[in-house]
């Protein structure tokens, strides 16, 4: 079993509003990623999470806010974004990032518009 | 340069012919490599992965490695309709998060 799952699919949401994404795996994955992708550009990095604590923030503006609760878990809240920030965001996992055939495993994404 | 390059295509084949996509990347210390296929408005999916100089197969799909030369390609073979997706090529960098190419878009005539 690969599968990572997200929700909510869609999220449409004012610039004043909080919101929260979410993200789960069962696969034993120590390894949680955050990515956005615009449209017809790859996916960029937003946060790695390794063994529950946070490993690299590709310099992400403060009102992206990741958590990590348990090594199953990973939530991404938003507060006060921006019609520019409308997105998919995409959750990954993989087993163990320092392993060199370690392969990330992408959920299906949250289909993300800002208004 | 980029860290990884990728011709952003299209690239058209007919059905039932082999589809060659291509990717560089800069980082010579990059050990491994990663095709991802993504259809439109979905999430990347993993075909395959590859870390040793040489080509793995598997079924339809053969990735092909050259470190020297640092190159990574991927052949499909009997392409189908189904195929007709953006094919993206990822590097693994040491803190183990991947770069990824800007795709090639792949379009399989019937």
């Keep these: ?115 | 340069q980029k860290e990884v390059e990728q011709n952003s295509g299209p690239l058209s084949v007919p059905e039932g012919a082999i589809a060659s996509l291509n990717c560089t990347y800069s980082d010579r210390g990059s050990q491994s490599f990663f095709w991802y296929r993504q259809y439109s408005g979905k999430s990347p999916e993993l075909i395959m992965f590859i870390y040793s100089n040489g080509d793995k197969e598997d079924g339809r799909f053969t990735a092909q490695l050259n470190k020297a030369s640092q190159y990574v390609s991927l052949l499909i073979r009997d392409s189908q309709p189904s195929d007709s997706a953006t094919y993206l090529c990822a590097v693994k960098r040491s803190q183990g998060n991947l770069i990824f190419g800007k795709g090639t878009k792949l379009s399989v005539k019937p």
């Design chain 1, 1 to 115: 079993d690969t599968e990572v799952t997200q929700t909510p699919k869609h999220l449409v949401m004012g610039m004043t509003n909080k919101k929260s994404l979410k993200c789960e795996q069962h696969m034993g994955h120590r390894a949680m990623y955050w990515y956005k992708q615009k449209a017809k550009k790859p996916p960029e990095l937003m946060f790695v999470y390794s063994y529950e604590k946070l490993s690299i923030n590709e310099s992400v503006p403060s009102r992206f806010s990741p958590e990590c609760p348990n090594s199953s878990l990973l939530n991404l809240h938003l507060h006060a974004l921006q019609p520019e920030d409308s997105a998919l965001y995409l959750c990954a996992s993989s087993q163990d990032p320092r392993l060199a055939g370690d392969t990330q495993y992408f959920g299906p994404g949250t289909r993300l518009t800002v208004l």
